[in-house]
C-alpha cells in the first residue's frame, strides 16, 4: 500500500508495527491532553523531527506529501479563530470575532491537527499492512479470522476502484444523467457496487473457510514479526523529547504559557 | 451453530466499508472545500461517516458488526497513510462504539428506521464527545456551536439513517442480501415442504 513512493530502509520501517501502533495512540492521547501553545509547538517538533530525517523518503516526496498541511492547519484553526470565545477583542466585524485567547486557540488547534496528520504519516510510511495484521495476530492475539478478512480486503481494493469506474462509465454509455441530485447520483452507484462487492467478498469468504482460514487453534506464521533493539530506542526517544520539552516549557518559555482553554474568571 | 462473526460476515463487512470508502471520493473533495469557511457547512455532510456502520449491520444483522464496519472503514484510511488518518482511526472506533450500544440496546432485534436513527445520533454524540476534547468546541461562541450541533445532527439522522435504510432497502430488492443473513425460521418451513 506504500507504493506511493520508494522510500529507503531506515529504522523506523524495522520496528514491531503493534508496537508503533500502540505508541502513535497513546501519543495521540497526550497530545489532546496538551493545553498549552508552547509544549504543543514542542510536541510538534519532537514529530517533526522524525518525519524530516526518519522515514525514508527524499525531501521532494515529503514535500509533496505536505502541501495539504496548509489546509488542514486553515480548516481546524478558521472556525476557532473567527467565532471563538474571549476577551480581548482584537477585530470585530458582523459575527466575527476575533479575540487573543480565540486566535490562540485557533493556532493551538492547527498545530494540533498538524501534529496528527504526520503521526499518521508516520505509520503509514514506514509501515507494510500485512507485517501490521501479522504482528497483531502474534503479538495481539487477534483472531486469524480478522486479520486475514483484513488483509484479503486489502488485495480486493483496486479491484473495486476498477469496478467503481466501470459502473460510472456504464451509465455514462446509457446516458443516465449526469447532473441529478447528490443523493440520486450516490445511490445509483452505491447499489450496483455494494451488491457487486458484497457477492465476490462472499465467494472468497467461502473459500477461505473452506481452507480453515479462520481456525483458531495454533498455527505457524509466514512471517514472524518480533522485537529488536530498534523497538526500545524508538519509546525512549518519545520519552526523553517529551520530557525535554516539559522541562524546557517549565524553566525557559518561548511562547505564551497559559491554558488556552477558555476559562471564566 | 456458530456464534459470534464468521469470516465471511467479517469479510463482508469490511467490503462494505471500503465501497463506502471509495464512495467518498466523491463529496470527500466537497467536504474538505466548504470546511475552511468557519460556517460548519461541512456539517451538513458529516453524518455520512458514520453511514458504513449502519449499513453494514443492516446487511448482516449481526452484533459487532457495526463497530467492525467503523473500524475497517477509519483503519483503511489511516493505513492508506491520509493526513486525517490517525484523528479518523480514532473517531471511527468511538463512532462504532456508541451505534454498537444503541444497537445492543435493542438485543439487535430492530432495524427500523427509529432505531437505526437511534444509532446515528449515538454516533454523532460519540463524535461530538471527541470534539470537544480535541477540537474544543465548547469553547465556541453560543450561536456558532448550536449551528454546529444542529447541522450535525440532522445530517446524522439523514445519512447514517434514512439514507442507509433506503441502500439497504435497495439492496434487499437485488437479493445479494440473502447471501449473508442467517436462515430465518420461514426457511426451514419452505424446506419442511
Known sequence: ?265 | MQRGLKLTDILITIVISIAFGILYKIWGPLYYAVKPFGLHIDQLIYGMWFMAATVAFLIIRKPGVALLAEIAASSGEFLMGSEFGLEVLLYGIIQGLFAELILFAFRYKRVDLFVISLAALSSCAGSLIMDFYKGYIGDLSTWNLTLFIVFRVISSILFTGVFAVSIVKALEATGVTNLVRASSKKDHEALDQ
Open chain 1, 1 to 265: 500500500m506504500n507504493s506511493l513512493f520508494d522510500a529507503k530502509h531506515t529504522w523506523l520501517h524495522s520496528i514491531n508495527p503493534s508496537l508503533k501502533l500502540v505508541t502513535i495512540l497513546s501519543l495521540f492521547i497526550v497530545a489532546i491532553n496538551i493545553h498549552f501553545l508552547d509544549l504543543m509547538v514542542g510536541f510538534l517538533c519532537v514529530i517533526l523531527l522524525l518525519f524530516i530525517f526518519a522515514t525514508g523518503y527524499s525531501y521532494k516526496q515529503l514535500f509533496i506529501l505536505s502541501l495539504p498541511f496548509v489546509l488542514i492547519f486553515l480548516s481546524t484553526s478558521s472556525s476557532m479563530i473567527l467565532f471563538g470565545k474571549g476577551e480581548t477583542i482584537l477585530y470585530k466585524w458582523a459575527y466575527i470575532q476575533v479575540s487573543e485567547e480565540s486566535l490562540i486557540r485557533g493556532i493551538h488547534l492547527g498545530f494540533r491537527a498538524l501534529s496528527f496528520a504526520m503521526l499518521g504519516l508516520l505509520f503509514a510510511l514506514t509501515t507494510k499492512p500485512v507485517k501490521l495484521f501479522y504482528s497483531l495476530m502474534q503479538q495481539f492475539r487477534l483472531s486469524p479470522k480478522f486479520a486475514y478478512s483484513f488483509m484479503a480486503a486489502i488485495r480486493l481494493i483496486p479491484i473495486m476502484v476498477e469496478e467503481y469506474q466501470m459502473i460510472i462509465n456504464a451509465q455514462r454509455v446509457r446516458g443516465v444523467e449526469q447532473k441529478n441530485n447528490f443523493l440520486k447520483r450516490m445511490k445509483r452507484l452505491a447499489i450496483p457496487l455494494l451488491s457487486q462487492s458484497i457477492r465476490r467478498a462472499y465467494r472468497i469468504a467461502v473459500s477461505m473457510e473452506a481452507k480453515r482460514f479462520q481456525s483458531d487453534k495454533k498455527r505457524t506464521y509466514y512471517y514472524k514479526v518480533g522485537f529488536s533493539r530498534n523497538d526500545l530506542f524508538f519509546i525512549s526517544y518519545f520519552l526523553l523529547m517529551l520530557g525535554l520539552i516539559y522541562i524546557l516549557s517549565i524553566h525557559d518559555p518561548f511562547l505564551p504559557s497559559t491554558d488556552v482553554r477558555y476559562l471564566p474568571e
